[in-house]
């Protein structure tokens, strides 16, 4: 059954245009093709890049965050209490008004309480700010580095300069060693990311972030079997044009180096927006759908492989729709906003606000935070009288 299988999987049908079958692709000693068994050393690969970025990561990114100032910070912590900690893990950790009801007779705490411990206890599972820093040193690293590699490799290349290229002998296009090791690059990172998902930090987009993963890799293995490497390589440049500019743009966020980052952020969504929704359509949707109809007729991989390059594109239009909304904000406040993808930490004002009211129920008044907006001093540096007075143990604006 696995041999009937394995027959019917590899059939030339499947993976090469009309009228070319796998003896058309048989190697010599001078012409090498790309052969399926070479995605195996994805595995080891990506393997080798999830130990170099944990070295890498606590032994340059970690220490450098705390000399650049990135502190993580305090947050308290939930105190241990079974029941709460059952329904945590188990049912929701955002419940509603009457979960908290039932929860808060079963532990014989009050609601506010309750509400309490698991706002500290959800701000505990989010990721700190070194974290993230040395998650976006690391990925900024292989950006970096393999948006540079590509130029390299296909800086010498006829179809980087004309995409008809792409197409030209195919598929008996010879795989040049350069390309192949290029391939194994950036195939091997992303399964490396999918190694680490459970371990990374978590984004409000993390569903399109998995299927961006996936369908990332099956469009490198296919499109490496089918021998789409021309077409390939292309689109791997386009996507870490982009990125370069992404992870700097998080790593001087979590610095808070607003000027630089601000400006950044409009390189990298100029960059995003040109890359993603004008080059790779024209220089890779249309080059596949259309200037490949020259050369072969549609098969199964022709859909395949597009199918799998206008799910990137959603992806594109997704991810932009964000961006744009996010540069729309920056030109009405003239900063950037926090990154929408990220789950914002639950603030502390409110546990301060819960300590305000209860004090104030006790008639203690209570004197902090004070703003032009109308708030109290705490040093006294206005008189109470100029501003309030107390009613009933409340501060009152006159």
Same mark, same amino acid.
């Given at each position: 059954?696995?041999?009937?299988?394995?027959?019917?999987?590899?059939?030339?049908?499947?993976?090469?245009?009309?009228?070319?079958?796998?003896?058309?692709?048989?190697?010599?000693?001078?012409?090498?093709?790309?052969?399926?068994?070479?995605?195996?050393?994805?595995?080891?690969?990506?393997?080798?890049?999830?130990?170099?970025?944990?070295?890498?990561?606590?032994?340059?990114?970690?220490?450098?965050?705390?000399?650049?100032?990135?502190?993580?910070?305090?947050?308290?912590?939930?105190?241990?209490?079974?029941?709460?900690?059952?329904?945590?893990?188990?049912?929701?950790?955002?419940?509603?008004?009457?979960?908290?009801?039932?929860?808060?007779?079963?532990?014989?705490?009050?609601?506010?309480?309750?509400?309490?411990?698991?706002?500290?206890?959800?701000?505990?599972?989010?990721?700190?700010?070194?974290?993230?820093?040395?998650?976006?040193?690391?990925?900024?690293?292989?950006?970096?580095?393999?948006?540079?590699?590509?130029?390299?490799?296909?800086?010498?290349?006829?179809?980087?300069?004309?995409?008809?290229?792409?197409?030209?002998?195919?598929?008996?296009?010879?795989?040049?060693?350069?390309?192949?090791?290029?391939?194994?690059?950036?195939?091997?990172?992303?399964?490396?990311?999918?190694?680490?998902?459970?371990?990374?930090?978590?984004?409000?987009?993390?569903?399109?972030?998995?299927?961006?993963?996936?369908?990332?890799?099956?469009?490198?293995?296919?499109?490496?079997?089918?021998?789409?490497?021309?077409?390939?390589?292309?689109?791997?440049?386009?996507?870490?044009? !982009? &990125?370069?500019?992404? $992870?700097?743009? =998080? @790593?001087?966020?979590?610095? +808070?180096?607003?000027?630089? #980052?601000? %400006?950044?952020?409009?390189?990298?969504?100029?960059?995003?927006?040109?890359?993603?929704?004008?080059?790779?359509?024209?220089?890779?949707?249309?080059?596949?759908?259309?200037?490949?109809?020259?050369?072969?007729?549609?098969?199964?991989?022709?859909?395949?492989?597009?199918?799998?390059?206008?799910?990137?594109?959603?992806?594109?239009?997704?991810?932009?729709?964000?961006?744009?909304?996010?540069?729309?904000?920056?030109?009405?406040?003239?900063?950037?906003?926090?990154?929408?993808?990220?789950?914002?930490?639950? !603030? &502390?004002?409110?546990? $301060?606000?819960? =300590? @305000?009211?209860?004090?104030? +129920?006790?008639?203690?008044? #209570?004197? %902090?935070?004070?703003?032009?907006?109308?708030?109290?001093?705490?040093?006294?540096?206005?008189?109470?009288?100029?501003?309030?007075?107390?009613?009933?143990?409340?501060?009152?604006?006159?």
């Amino acid at each position: 059954m696995a041999q009937a299988l394995y027959e019917w999987l590899w059939q030339h049908e499947f993976w090469l245009p009309p009228g070319i079958t796998w003896e058309d692709m048989q190697e010599s000693e001078d012409i090498h093709y790309p052969q399926p068994r070479d995605l195996l050393l994805s595995v080891p690969f990506a393997l080798i890049l999830v130990g170099i970025r944990c070295a890498f990561e606590r032994a340059i990114a970690l220490p450098l965050s705390t000399k650049l100032g990135v502190r993580d910070k305090q947050r308290p912590k939930a105190q241990p209490n079974p029941v709460l900690e059952t329904f945590y893990s188990v049912h929701c950790k955002n419940p509603q008004e009457g979960e908290l009801l039932s929860l808060s007779k079963q532990c014989e705490l009050p609601v506010r309480k309750v509400e309490r411990w698991f706002r500290r206890r959800r701000n505990m599972d989010r990721p700190s700010l070194s974290k993230k820093f040395c998650e976006a040193c690391w990925r900024f690293l292989f950006y970096i580095t393999s948006f540079f590699t590509g130029l390299a490799v296909l800086y010498d290349k006829p179809w980087l300069w004309d995409h008809r290229e792409c197409w030209t002998g195919y598929p008996q296009q010879p795989l040049q060693p350069s390309l192949f090791w290029y391939y194994m690059l950036e195939l091997s990172f992303y399964c490396s990311l999918v190694f680490t998902l459970p371990f990374d930090v978590k984004r409000k987009d993390f569903k399109e972030q998995i299927i961006h993963h996936a369908a990332t890799i099956f469009l490198i293995s296919f499109s490496y079997c089918a021998n789409y490497i021309r077409i390939g390589t292309l689109v791997l440049l386009i996507h870490d044009a !982009s &990125d370069c500019f992404l $992870e700097p743009t =998080k @790593i001087f966020n979590y610095m +808070k180096w607003k000027r630089t #980052c601000d %400006s950044l952020f409009i390189i990298f969504s100029a960059v995003f927006l040109i890359s993603r929704l004008v080059i790779y359509p024209y220089t890779v949707l249309y080059n596949t759908y259309y200037y490949s109809m020259e050369i072969f007729q549609p098969f199964f991989g022709y859909y395949f492989v597009n199918t799998l390059l206008i799910i990137l594109q959603l992806l594109h239009v997704f991810w932009s729709c964000l961006i744009i909304h996010m540069v729309y904000k920056f030109i009405l406040q003239g900063t950037m906003e926090k990154d929408m993808r990220s789950d914002t930490e639950e !603030s &502390d004002k409110d546990e $301060e606000r819960d =300590k @305000i009211r209860e004090k104030e +129920k006790n008639g203690i008044p #209570c004197f %902090s935070n004070v703003t032009s907006n109308g708030y109290i001093q705490s040093n006294g540096a206005e008189p109470l009288s100029s501003r309030a007075h107390l009613v009933n143990g409340h501060a009152k604006e006159r």
